[in-house]
């Protein structure tokens, strides 16, 4: 059985970009037999700076996620930051995701819970792995039936974050599907110069470590021309280097 893959821009930034990455994901899960997971933000509500670009906004970034999910008939995922916006959000998307830094708002938890969707919870900067079996019982004492959850390192602040890899198997005590988060991972918050920076570099390591300790998934935000992405484009990888990353993972 394949691990869980999720990949996408960031941001939807247009259309264009949009087709251009699930083209290519269904170009990869017909050569290596994945079905990898569309993941972009309709908004990036917490951006460093409130100049950044956010996206789209719910109603029509919702409209450009249906349409991929009806042209490449592929799987999709977003994050919700708000609770209102989980029930707009659940009639397209198949797994619903919770922000790091919003995975202990009950009111989100409850709401993207009684979607009846899968929750995927990312784990807090400042909470360890065990730490998430409270954010888990919220979501499933809401009623949701299926509980993921993501790895996307620690030390929020000091402008940078350190993965401890132990919290994979600790999660795993709470749910089956633990996410590494590999591109996220690599960031360093606020260090450059106002705004997110991070090394892309370390992208393919993170992803191997992780297995190591018993990742079940994987996710990867990628853009055609990284260095020009509207958010986080200092840690996407390029597009036509995932298909590569993915199959040395398959084969570690």
């Known amino acids: 059985m394949h691990p869980i893959f999720i990949a996408g821009p960031c941001v939807i930034e247009s259309w264009e970009l949009l087709e251009t990455v699930a083209s290519r994901l269904v170009e990869i899960n017909q050569h290596l037999g ?16 409130i100049h950044s670009f956010r996206g789209p906004g719910l109603e029509k970034g919702l409209q450009m996620l249906e349409q ?15 609770s209102y916006q989980a029930e707009a959000a659940g009639q ?31 784990k807090a900067q400042f909470l360890s ?26 030390c929020f602040g000091y402008n940078n ?6 919290n994979i198997p600790d999660m795993l005590e709470l749910v089956d599907t633990v996410i590494m988060d ?49 958010s986080d484009a200092a840690n996407m990888i390029a597009l036509d280097q995932l298909e590569l990353i993915i199959q040395d993972l398959l084969k570690a």
């Open 34 to 49: 994945t079905e990898i997971i569309f993941k972009a933000s309709f908004d990036k509500a917490n951006r460093t700076s």
């Open 182 to 230: 590999c591109t996220h991972s690599v960031q360093r918050p606020s260090a450059g110069n106002g705004k997110t920076i991070g090394d892309r570099h370390f992208v393919p390591s993170m992803a191997k470590a992780a297995k190591a300790f018993g990742a079940t998934g994987y996710f990867f935000e990628t853009h055609p021309t990284p260095d020009q992405g509207l």
């Open 129 to 154: 792995g065990k730490d998430m079996k409270y954010p888990v019982e919220k979501a499933r004492e809401s009623g949701a039936n299926e509980v993921w959850l993501t790895e996307r390192g620690n």
């Open 92 to 122: 397209v998307c198949d797994i619903l995701q919770i922000p790091a830094f919003l995975c202990r708002q009950t009111d989100l938890l409850v709401a993207a819970a009684k979607t009846g969707k899968v929750v995927n919870i990312k």
């Open 68 to 82: 991929v999910k009806k042209k490449y008939h592929l799987r999709i995922t977003t994050d919700i930051h708000e």
């Open 161 to 166: 974050l350190i993965v401890d890899f132990r």
